[in-house]
């Protein structure tokens, strides 16, 4: 990586319109030196992943507040950020209004044929593991749709089994009662639930309620019961799944890791 691409990551992790992300306030600027570490760590390798095709065009697949967008604005003539939320767009639009290669749209907005094969790389980051069945299904099929044939699609989930979950369900206990972001609100689980998830395999399932936000929103799944070894094995009936990461810790192989991550290459070719 070059010293001017060097630079500019550090500088746009630093931006005061970077700060005020309601994410980055949450993860990246955590009061929790080991929270705000496990996620830097996450937006690091998310960028060494997507460096090697700087040049190309970039869709970010469920955007958030812009965080990885305005981190790797560098890189990429053209930036698209896509997310469910019309407010969370127009907000980020006028936050990050200085980058002029980034723009921001609605997800249903992708359905224009103009977006269909036309970006070199697709991410999709912390957002699977929130989608009930037939979304699921959507989503993927719409990455694959959306990504041209010589292009890349990656993506991270957390890692919910295993260690890692007993890790991550006692770090949320501490940081519910530090009273920070909305970590109060994580869900508990059975010990019977726990040791299923401790011990999973790629077809373990457990129980995942489902929320909705109001009578007119999507509904969704939190983190509970979210295998990664079973989505990794669904992404393979639309991409060839060529290399599995994780971060933090990768040498450990997602035993004490937090999120797992799919580099795809599309079977469109």
Known sequence: MSESRTSSDRLGWETSNLRAGHYAKKQLFCRSAIIAWSHRSRFRLARKLVDPYAGGNLLDYGCGDGTFLAGVHDLFPVAVGADIDHGQN???GTRLATLSNISFLLTNELTDPIHES????????????HCIEEDLNQVVSDLWRLVSPDGVVIIS???EVGPSLIGKQL????ASWRG?????????YSSRELGRMLFAGEHTVIYR??????????RYHSHKGFNWRALRGRLGEYFDVKETYFSPLGCLRGYFSSQAWFVCASRKR
């Open 90 to 92: 127009l907000e980020c």
């Open 118 to 129: 036309a970006y070199r790389v697709v991410t999709c980051m912390e957002v699977l593991e």
């Open 157 to 159: 989930v957390p890692v």
């Open 171 to 174: 770090l949320r206990m501490f």
């Open 180 to 188: 920070l972001g909305d970590y109060g609100d994580s869900e508990r």
């Open 209 to 218: 309620p489902v929320y909705s936000d109001g009578p007119c929103s999507s």
